[in-house]
Nanobody, 126 residues
């Protein structure tokens, strides 16, 4: 059974930065594409960024590209999301997710992900 645990969320002022981590346990995820999603109060869960199994390919929501950077360290079974120039509208619960084994490519569709973390709150004050 795969467990994903996010960390690194918190309260930050607009313009600040945070780095989220997603640590996996239970099995290696080196053969799984992974991604970050977020959900703000009253809104649907939305795709933030995705990364393929090796980390060699990434994909971002158009509105976030240039401010957010996704990466992974398969040796540590951990994925990251570096968020710069944060805005109040980035406030949300951020979730990490992984696709099933051997689903190597990125997807922006949350139903294509089989494993989810519990989420970490990011609050950006103005």
């Amino acid at each position: 059974q795969v467990q994903l645990v996010e960390s690194g969320g918190g309260l930050v002022q607009a313009g600040g930065s945070l780095r989220l981590s997603c640590a996996a346990s239970g099995r290696t995820l080196s053969r799984n594409a992974m991604g970050w999603f977020r959900q703000a109060p009253g809104k649907e869960r939305e795709f933030v960024a995705g990364i393929n199994w090796s980390g060699g390919s990434t994909y971002y929501a158009a509105s976030l590209k240039g401010r957010f950077t996704i990466s992974r360290d398969n040796a540590k079974n951990t994925m990251y999301l570096r968020m710069n120039s944060l805005k109040p509208e980035d406030t949300a619960v951020y979730y990490c997710a992984a696709r099933r084994p051997n689903f190597l490519s990125i997807s922006s569709t949350h139903s294509n992900y089989s494993y989810w973390g519990q989420g970490t709150q990011v609050t950006v004050s103005s």
